[in-house]
């Protein structure tokens, strides 16, 4: 009597494709400079820090864990389910209890994020964007050159577990990003349809060619060291030919 009506664990709100409703609460600071050395010499740099502390977690979730697991725990016991696929073929025998224990696993997990950063946000991100144009009597006039770099600092990805609980202050951390951009472009003026501006850019994206995975989930394998369960790809070393025609 206490599933009766209860959805599908795997097809809620943040099991599956889903994503549950948090709350968090974010302090920023940010401090922004831009210099110019000469007339032709543009530099900006930018440097903040974003606190995001989870406050509250599983907030659609937690209703239904009240309703419909926390009351029968007690009277579940370890039987055995008899599972099958579309594919036919008998999946491992999994009990009642196994069941129950997952489910109190993953609340665990994300119950130990509450008081602490929010997993898989960057604490610390930083911008330097330069560019310098040549002088209009130069033999390089309408040249201009630049650069990006991006700095983000290496975010939480997971928690270790102690005794089998997870450890909020024992935080497993990925991986820091440093990503460099430099460009080259040339500009003119000209009579084509009624006059205006035109310019050709060729740009190197990802110049040292960082990667190409990062973690961004990770559980405790055991020994207190991180196993990643899931890693993003970041785009290899790329080159880019853009032009623009201003009228």
Same mark, same amino acid.
Do not use: C
């Given at each position: 009597?206490?599933?009766?009506?209860?959805?599908?664990? %795997?097809?809620?709100?943040? =099991?599956?494709?889903?994503?549950?409703?948090?709350?968090?609460?974010?302090?920023?600071?940010?401090?922004? /400079?831009?210099? &110019?050395?000469?007339? &032709?010499?543009?530099?900006? /740099?930018?440097?903040?820090?974003?606190?995001?502390?989870? *406050? @509250?977690?599983?907030?659609?979730?937690?209703?239904?864990?009240?309703?419909?697991?926390?009351?029968?725990?007690?009277?579940?016991?370890?039987?055995?389910?008899? $599972?099958?696929? %579309?594919?036919?073929? @008998?999946?491992?025998?999994? *009990?009642?209890?196994?069941?129950?224990?997952?489910?109190? !696993?993953?609340?665990?997990?994300?119950?130990?994020? #509450?008081? +602490?950063?929010?997993?898989?946000? &960057?604490?610390?991100?930083? &911008?330097?964007?330069?560019?310098?144009?040549?002088?209009?009597? *130069?033999?390089?006039?309408?040249?201009?050159?630049? +650069?990006?770099? !991006?700095?983000?600092?290496?975010? #939480?990805?997971?928690?270790? @577990?102690?005794?089998?609980?997870?450890?909020?202050?024992?935080?497993?951390?990925?991986?820091?990003?440093? =990503?460099?951009?430099?460009?080259?472009?040339?500009?003119?003026?000209?009579?084509?349809?009624?006059?205006?501006?035109?310019?050709?850019?060729? !740009?190197?994206?990802?110049?040292?060619? %960082? +990667?190409?995975?990062?973690?961004?989930?990770?559980?405790?394998?055991?020994?207190?060291?991180?196993?990643?369960?899931?890693?993003?790809?970041?785009?290899?070393?790329?080159? %880019? $030919? *853009?032009?623009?025609?201003?009228?």
């Amino acid at each position: 009597s206490y599933i009766v009506g209860s959805p599908i664990w %795997e097809d809620y709100a943040g =099991n599956g494709l889903w994503s549950d409703v948090v709350n968090e609460s974010t302090d920023g600071y940010e401090l922004e /400079m831009t210099i &110019n050395p000469t007339d &032709n010499w543009r530099i900006m /740099m930018n440097v903040s820090k974003n606190d995001a502390l989870l *406050s @509250e977690t599983f907030i659609l979730t937690t209703p239904w864990y009240d309703q419909f697991v926390a009351p029968a725990k007690a009277d579940w016991q370890a039987g055995t389910l008899d $599972l099958e696929n %579309e594919f036919l073929y @008998e999946l491992p025998d999994v *009990s009642i209890a196994d069941t129950i224990r997952e489910i109190d !696993r993953k609340f665990a997990f994300h119950r130990a994020e #509450v008081g +602490g950063q929010t997993i898989r946000t &960057n604490t610390w991100l930083m &911008n330097l964007v330069t560019s310098y144009s040549f002088d209009r009597d *130069s033999a390089l006039k309408g040249f201009r050159i630049g +650069g990006t770099l !991006r700095y983000r600092d290496a975010p #939480v990805v997971g928690f270790q @577990e102690v005794d089998g609980e997870f450890r909020a202050d024992l935080p497993f951390l990925g991986q820091s990003v440093f =990503n460099t951009d430099i460009f080259v472009s040339y500009g003119a003026k000209s009579e084509f349809l009624g006059g205006g501006n035109w310019d050709l850019t060729f !740009r190197i994206r990802n110049l040292t060619d %960082e +990667g190409p995975y990062y973690p961004n989930t990770a559980v405790d394998n055991g020994f207190g060291d991180p196993f990643y369960l899931q890693y993003i790809h970041m785009t290899p070393r790329s080159y %880019e $030919l *853009s032009g623009r025609y201003r009228f």
